[in-house]
């Protein structure tokens, strides 16, 4: 369902200039965090259950990633799918071709680039490399919508920004021994996920103007899930004759990972700017170790601890850096 047929420049005009009510950009940062829990708890799901921990019987540790990724895209877009067509039907959810095109587009380029080339990236070089090469993407963010004036260049957006990247790099160790390996394709691959990173939430925020979160996620997964099927058919998934367990938590798992992260991703994307949304997203790396430390008994040393009160100072420096403005802007 559409939310405003046409966008005329004189809407476009008195729109950006009417502030978000503190209210609405304090939600943002929950929904925001609401998702980054999500994709915390769902790291820690994927070590406990690779590692043994969990569910050691049940074959999960026999899954490849790359099907893991596949799959926890696919199950999301069969519940959205299911769920919408109940309950609107099929009509309101045909959208103009050039809109489709805009999703799809988010999808392939966003969702799904981000996903496969992290996944690379962790593959030639390790966790660590990837997660600080891909949280590059708050200064791409912050650049694009100054110079498409978006935004305004502000002390307290550049601080935030600095502290959120400069905390995660505390939190995930990177300035330990071993803690970064460089190599060519691995760093490439690491920031053109950043880009991708960057290109939904930016192109996300304006389509989110347009239409409701359910219908960006319904055919941003949809344009994934077709994605992963050229990259790794059915018949490879179907050959490796999982458990029902194991089909059980790759359920289970995409909502955990995808549905309910997205979800509240996008709620977020309403209320806040694109910089403001994706500094908050750096609580993620954070969660993971939280719960990590909770969960699987592992320790949070002091470095680590810092680098947690940097990002959290960095999401509070975003959040009172001003109102938000609901600058709506050609996404083409």
């Not at 559409?2 to 009510?21: G, H, M, Y």
């Not at 891909?134 to 307290?156: C, H």
């Not at 059980?248 to 995409?254: K, Q, T, Y």
Request: charged share 10%; proline share 5%.
């Amino acid at each position: 369902m559409t939310r405003s047929a046409d966008v005329s420049p004189t809407s476009i005009q008195s729109v950006s200039e009417l502030p978000d009510p503190p209210r609405s950009s304090l939600w943002g940062f929950v929904y925001i965090g609401a998702a980054a829990f999500f994709w915390g708890l769902s790291a820690s799901l994927g070590r406990a259950a690779f590692t043994g921990r969990l569910l050691p019987h049940s074959g999960i540790r026999s899954v490849d990633p790359l099907i893991l990724s596949q799959c926890r895209t696919s199950f999301s877009f069969l519940a959205v799918a299911i769920g919408l067509f109940a309950r609107r039907g099929f009509g309101p959810l045909c959208l103009p071709w050039r809109d489709l095109g805009k999703l799809f587009v988010l999808g392939l380029a966003g969702v799904a680039a981000s996903n496969y080339f992290y996944y690379l990236a962790i593959q030639r070089t390790n966790v660590a490399t990837a997660i600080i090469v891909q949280y590059t993407a708050p200064i791409w963010v912050l650049l694009y919508m100054v110079v498409r004036r978006g935004e305004r260049l502000t002390p307290s957006k550049i601080g935030s920004v600095l502290l959120a990247i400069t905390g995660i790099a505390l939190v995930i160790g990177l300035f330990r021994h071993g803690g970064m390996q460089l190599d060519t394709v691995g760093v490439l691959a690491a920031l053109i996920a950043a880009f991708s990173f960057t290109f939904y939430n930016i192109g996300g925020h304006y389509l989110l103007a347009r239409y409701d979160r359910w219908t960006v996620l319904l055919y941003t997964t949809l344009a994934a899930s077709l994605f992963w099927i050229v990259v790794n058919p059915p018949n490879k998934i179907l050959a490796a004759h999982y458990s029902a367990s194991t089909w059980l938590f790759l359920a289970a798992f995409s909502f955990v990972s995808v549905l309910l992260p997205f979800t509240f991703y996008f709620a977020g994307l309403e209320l806040l700017l694109p910089t403001k949304a994706i500094i908050a997203s750096c609580l993620e790396p954070v969660f993971s170790i939280l719960i990590a430390a909770i969960a699987l008994k592992e320790i949070v040393g002091s470095v680590q601890a810092i680098g947690i009160a940097m990002v959290l100072c960095a999401i509070v420096l975003a959040q009172r850096s001003g109102s938000d403005a609901q600058c709506i802007t050609p996404v083409d």
